[in-house]
C-alpha cells in the first residue's frame, strides 16, 4: 500500500509561480510512474502530468505544457511539480498518483493523495 502527500500548494498571483511536492511511502517509489491531476470547482478531474519510474519520459497536457515540469527524486521518494506562469485557469486541487505503469487515463492510477489546494488570483 503507497501513501502520498501533497503539499506545496497556497494562493498565488497571475504569472507567479509555485512548487508543489508529493511524498511517498510504503512502497518502492522508483517502481511507480507518478502522475499529477488536478480538479477544479464543478468541474472533472484532469490529467496534468506524468513521469515514468526512471524519470526518463514525462508527458503533459496541452494546457500546461511549456510551463509545468514534473520530475522525481527517487533517492526521496518524492515527485514535483513546478509551476510557472501560473493562470486563474490552473485554480484547482492537485493530486499526485502512482501506477505500476504508464497510464493514458486517470482511471489508471492505483494510489492517490488528498490533494493541495492551489488558488491563482487574477
Known amino acids: 500500500q503507497v501513501q502520498l502527500v501533497e503539499s506545496g500548494g497556497g494562493l498565488v498571483q497571475a504569472g507567479g509561480s509555485l512548487r508543489l511536492s508529493c511524498a511517498a511511502s510504503?512502497?518502492?517509489?522508483?517502481?511507480?510512474?507518478m502522475g499529477w491531476i488536478r480538479q477544479a470547482p464543478g468541474k472533472e478531474r484532469e490529467f496534468v502530468a506524468i513521469?515514468?519510474?526512471?524519470?526518463?519520459?514525462?508527458d503533459y497536457s496541452d494546457s500546461v505544457k511549456g510551463r509545468f515540469t514534473i520530475s522525481r527524486d527517487n533517492a526521496k521518494n518524492t515527485v514535483y511539480l513546478q509551476m510557472s506562469s501560473l493562470k486563474p485557469e490552473d485554480t484547482a486541487v492537485y493530486y499526485c498518483?502512482?501506477?505500476?505503469?504508464?497510464?493514458?487515463?486517470?482511471?489508471?492510477?492505483?494510489?492517490w493523495g488528498q490533494g493541495t489546494q492551489v488558488t491563482i488570483s487574477s
Open positions: 510504503g512502497g518502492i517509489f522508483s517502481r511507480y510512474a
Open positions: 513521469i515514468s519510474s526512471s524519470g526518463r519520459s514525462t
Open positions: 498518483a502512482a501506477a505500476t505503469g504508464w497510464v493514458f487515463r486517470i482511471t489508471g492510477y492505483d494510489y
